[in-house]
């Protein structure tokens, strides 16, 4: 189903395959990546989740993990995660790369704005 694009289908299968055995890494990772067409990052969140529970050792299962979090602004758990998946050997892609070094840029622009709004301290001119 996922090879004919057909990603509600594989939501319902792999949901039934589930219900019968819910220890089934490649189900998990299946529903994942559905949940990754669909835009679901929270269900890709979950689905990833359980296939780094079920298997610590599943590159790609951090890496769309690392995905997931990315989208729901889980920045810092993203990162974390995509060092997983480097170390287990996942090549992340470039795009994925791109947008967590802007993401952690613009966390970090804007920890340094709250730092002076909090304590009054200017930012040394540049």
């Known amino acids: 189903l996922m090879l004919k694009w057909d990603f509600e289908g594989s939501l319902k299968a792999n949901r039934e395959a589930l219900q019968r055995k819910d220890d089934l890494v490649l189900a998990h990772y299946n529903m994942g990546q559905a949940c990754l067409y669909l835009g679901d990052a ?3 969140v ?7 529970e079920l298997d610590p050792d599943h590159a790609a299962g951090c890496y769309f993990l690392a995905v997931g979090l990315l989208a729901l602004g889980r920045v810092e758990e993203a990162r974390t995660e995509v060092g997983r998946a480097r170390f287990l050997g996942h090549s992340p892609a470039p795009e ?3 947008a967590l ?10 920890r340094s704005e709250n ?3 909090n304590t009054g301290a200017k930012a040394p001119d540049d």
């Open 46 to 52: 979950r689905s990833s989740r359980r296939v780094v």
């Open 42 to 44: 929270e269900g890709l």
């Open 96 to 98: 994925f790369l791109r």
């Open 115 to 117: 730092t002076q709004t």
């Open 101 to 110: 070094a802007s993401a952690e840029k613009k966390l970090d622009t804007d």
